[in-house]
T-cell receptor, first 115, second 113 residues
Framework: DAGITQSPRHKVTETGTPVTLRCHQT?????MYWYRQDPGHGLRLIHY???????DKGEVSDGYSVSRSKTEDFLLTLESATSSQTSVYFC??????????????FGAGTRLSVL | DQQVKQNSPSLSVQEGRISILNCDYT??????FLWYKKYPAEGPTFLIS?????DKNEDGRFTVFLNKSAKHLSLHIVPSQPGDSAVYFC????????????FGKGTTLSVSS
């Protein structure tokens, strides 16, 4: 299994509170991604990073921010959580080259409930 | 509009028979396709992929077929086993490194013994 750790695995929070989810990798992969999975939608990209301090928006980035200060860590922050952000969040990583460069490896996920 | 479509939400198959999961895409820029398997409370696990320069890729019991003219791909599992019961996601991307995967909504496969 790819060395990807997501924390926390479960979180319950209240509307309006800030929440930060962490993704930590031990593979030294260049690219990191945050997706959310909702019923009827598959997985959708929130933000991704192509290097330290280099990030860009995905399909559903509104209400989320990210930071990557080290190669191994990619943080997803909900500045003011809303009920619509109740979801399962997955972190993924991928290499920058080689035959596996298009394959993304996923963490176990964080289940977030915003009440 | 959905760029990757898995039109069958579920599929039931008997152990030992073939499972065929289908996926359609609309974006002609996609040139790399992947299948992921997901068990409850776990992350998606990469299963098999295919580049647009090929029409078939095989890995053990799993074979992916790509029909570019029809913008259609399929995953064949032969023989199906109860442990194959999971949600299967089709995903597409461009070949450059670091591009997002566009996922279908998934198909739940149930293999009965």
């Amino acid at each position: 299994d790819a060395g990807i750790t997501q924390s926390p695995r479960h979180k319950v929070t209240e509307t309006g509170t800030p929440v930060t989810l962490r993704c930590h990798q031990t593979e030294n992969h260049r690219y990191m991604y945050w997706y959310r999975q909702d019923p009827g939608h598959g997985l959708r990209l929130i933000h991704y990073s192509y290097g330290v301090k280099d990030t860009d928006k995905g399909e559903v980035s509104d209400g989320y921010s990210v930071s990557r200060s080290k190669t191994e860590d990619f943080l997803l922050t909900l500045e003011s959580a809303t009920s619509s952000q109740t979801s399962v969040y997955f972190c993924a990583i991928s290499e920058s080259g080689g035959i596996s460069k298009n394959i993304q490896y996923f963490g176990a996920g964080t289940r977030l409930s915003v009440l | 509009d959905q760029q990757v479509k898995q039109n069958s939400p579920s599929l039931s198959v008997q152990e030992g028979r073939i499972s065929i999961l289908n996926c359609d895409y609309t974006n002609s820029m996609f040139d790399y396709f992947l299948w992921y398997k997901k068990y409850p409370a776990e992350g998606p696990t990469f299963l098999i992929s295919i580049s647009s320069i090929k029409d078939k890729n095989e890995d053990g019991r799993f074979t992916v077929f790509l029909n570019k003219s029809a913008k259609h791909l399929s995953l064949h599992i032969v023989p199906s086993q109860p442990g194959d019961s999971a949600v299967y996601f089709c995903a597409a991307s461009a070949q450059q490194a670091g591009t997002a995967l566009i996922f279908g909504k998934g198909t739940t496969l149930s293999v009965s013994s």
